[in-house]
Each structure stands twice: as C-alpha cells, then as structure tokens.
C-alpha cells in the first residue's frame, strides 16, 4: 500500500470540509435511559398546558473558574506557541468551581442560589425552604440524585405541601425578591 503522512491526511481531510475541532459534551446515557426519554415526551406531549402550572423544574450546576472545560484547539504557526492569544491561563490547585441551584416553572423562574460546598440533603432542604413557597403544591421535577430522594427530602416537601394549602400563591420569582445571597 501506499504511506500517507498525518499531515497529508488531514489536509485532504480539510479540503473536504473536515476539521480537527474538540467532541461536543453530552450526557452518556444509555438505550434505556434513551428509551425512557421518549416515552416521557411521547406522554406528556398532548397534555394541556395547564398541566405544567404546578411543575416546578430544578436543578444545580458547577461552573468553573479555571479548568479544563476551557481547553481547546487552537491553530497557530510554530514559533507562536506562547502567544497570549494561543495559550490558556492555569492556576495553581484548579482554581476553584462554584455551585448553583436554580428553579423555573411555566409561570416564572425562580432565584438562583450559590451552594457552598458539596451538597447533601440538608443543604438541599435549606434551599428548598429558602427559595420555595409553600402556598403552592408543586411537582418537582428533578433527577434522582439521593439528596432529593431521601427520607428526610421527601417528609420536608410532604409538610410544605400540606402547609400551602391554607396560604396564598407566590411566583418563585415573587419569592426571590425577597430572597437575598447568602
């Protein structure tokens, strides 16, 4: 056969309109988790909208500082290696990340609060309790982390549920204008 240089390759690749870039992040889920999924949307899809007025979505995120979500690929000439604009600053340690936890129903969002640390189950139900108005019965709609399904979680929201009954209805986004950073 013939030998063909990488170089060569990925020139011809390049005249094809194929570029070496970084793979997209995506959640790794599986033929089940995928299944799930459509059977979800295919439920629900034909609901009214008046369904979706009690469901309250949640969820956390870590945003990093400095790290390495920011690597990627650049393209410099050879004697360019330590230009500012073809390098990525480091820090010594990661530099550090920073949790969130924010909430949004069909009527509003709600705040976003900063978590401090790791969260557990307590941390959770402080934000719950913080962020959450009882005055309305919300379906919560989250991932089956354990700190959203522990025994404790789940009594914590059965007892604000039970108390919304007698109070009046505020938008999470009513609650966070009240609400300041901790």
Request: charged letters at 30%; a positive charge.
């Amino acid at each position: 056969g013939t030998t063909v240089s990488a170089r060569t390759f990925r020139h011809h690749l390049n005249e094809k309109g194929r570029y070496g870039r970084r793979p997209r992040r995506t959640p790794l889920l599986t033929q089940r988790h995928k299944k799930a999924r459509l059977e979800f949307a295919q439920i629900y899809m034909t609901k009214p909208q008046s369904l979706w007025e009690n469901v309250l979505w949640t969820d956390e995120t870590k945003v990093e500082l400095f790290g390495k979500g920011h690597h990627g690929t650049v393209y410099r000439k050879r004697d360019e290696a330590f230009k500012e604009k073809d390098t990525v600053p480091t820090v010594k340690h990661g530099g550090g990340s920073k949790m969130f936890w924010g909430c949004f129903a069909a009527s509003s969002t709600g705040c976003l609060d900063c978590v401090n640390g790791i969260m557990k189950s307590d941390d959770y139900q402080r934000i719950l309790g913080r962020n959450i108005v009882a005055s309305r019965s919300w379906v919560f709609q989250q991932d089956n982390d354990p700190k959203y399904t522990s025994k404790s979680t789940q009594k914590c929201s059965e007892m604000a549920s039970n108390e919304s009954r007698s109070e009046s209805y505020k938008t999470p986004v009513e609650r966070s204008q009240n609400s300041s950073w901790e």
